[in-house]
């Protein structure tokens, strides 16, 4: 999700089409990120709804010393996490129906075809994993975020994130293994370039 | 060298999230053992997976966007949802609540005016209905 920078401008001096090309450009991917971090369809909806509100609230105070995306992305956790505060508990039953529409809006270079393929069977099991580990992960491992960023947006220590990272971690590997028979390690010769990023 | 079982805790780290002697003691046993390279590569893999799902996205459905535009542009206009809406009816019930309370004030006002005595003020005509109970005796 890349935003230019003049859009964002517009949109803070008030452009109301500006506004709206920002939207129409963002709300998948905030779209998706608040359902991996809720787990079911109905919340994400809503969460993606209030994001937006709160964007438009705090817009003018946004000062592009973040990408906005980045900006857009910690709002987006913010808003999930109260919202999951407020939710009763219940269980995510429609995590299951979150690979099948997962399309990769950007074009696929050969070397990227591999580990998308493979992120797409992650989905999956990502949502199957438990609540707290799976917001963990798709916090940190996801979308980068730093352990402390985690830990302050959860209401965790940084020990107890890193905790849930790991356990996370070993339940998607192990069950990645278990559905794909060493899938992970396979790729393993075939990939260099690290692609990681930094924290 | 440390054992692998002391060294398993340590794979699914990344690098950076370990103290630097752990990231020591980890480098220098997955160079010394095939079993636990195989284990760290596939965590590095993952990772790049992991790092990958950032760049998929879910369709949210049909309307979904029409809704978050229809949403802002409420918030834009001032009706922003079921508070705003309720603080609306408080504050319209009571401008009504002054207005029925200064006309019912302005009534009185114009009645102590008027000090006509009750009785002439009262034109119904004084009907004489005989009850059940007297026409009886008659």
């Known amino acids: 999700m890349e935003v230019d920078r003049g859009l964002v401008e517009a949109a803070q001096a008030g452009d109301r089409w500006a506004l709206e090309e920002l939207v129409r450009r963002t709300h998948r991917s905030v779209y998706t990120c608040a359902l991996r971090l809720v787990g079911n369809p109905d919340d994400a909806a809503d969460v993606t709804q209030d994001v937006y509100l709160r964007v438009v609230r705090k817009l003018g105070g946004f000062r592009h010393e973040a990408s906005f995306s980045t900006w857009l992305n910690r709002v987006t956790t913010n808003v999930a996490m109260s919202t999951l505060k407020r939710r009763t508990r219940r269980f995510a039953v429609e995590g299951a129906a979150v690979p099948a529409d997962t399309r990769d809006p950007a074009p696929e270079p050969p070397e990227r075809a591999e580990a998308v393929a493979l992120a797409r069977r992650l989905e999956l099991l990502v949502a199957e994993l438990p609540e707290g580990q799976r917001q963990v992960l798709v916090l940190r491992d996801v979308y980068g975020q730093s352990t402390e960023e985690v830990a302050n947006a959860m209401g965790l220590t940084p020990g107890a994130v890193k905790v849930r990272l790991f356990r996370a971690r070993e339940r998607l590997k192990a069950a990645l293994e278990e559905t794909e028979g060493g899938q992970v390690v396979a790729l393993a010769g075939r990939r260099r370039s690290s692609g990681r990023r930094s924290s | ?138």
């Open chain 2, 1 to 138: 060298m440390m054992s692998c079982h002391a060294v398993r805790p340590l794979l699914p780290a990344r690098v950076e999230e370990l103290a630097p002697a752990e990231a020591r003691t980890r480098a220098e046993h997955v160079a010394a053992c095939t079993r636990c390279a195989t284990e760290a590569a596939a965590y590095t893999r993952l990772g790049q997976a992991l790092a990958a799902m950032a760049g998929l996205e879910v369709d949210p459905g049909d309307g979904a966007l029409e809704r978050i535009l229809v949403a802002i542009g409420r918030r834009r206009t001032g009706v922003t949802g079921p508070r705003v809406l309720a603080a609306a009816g408080a504050s319209g019930a009571l401008v009504a609540t002054v207005v029925v309370a200064r006309a019912v004030r302005h009534r009185r006002h114009q009645g102590g005016r008027d000090r006509r005595p009750a009785s002439r003020r009262l034109r119904l005509p004084a009907l004489h209905v005989p009850t059940p109970a007297l026409a009886r005796a008659k």
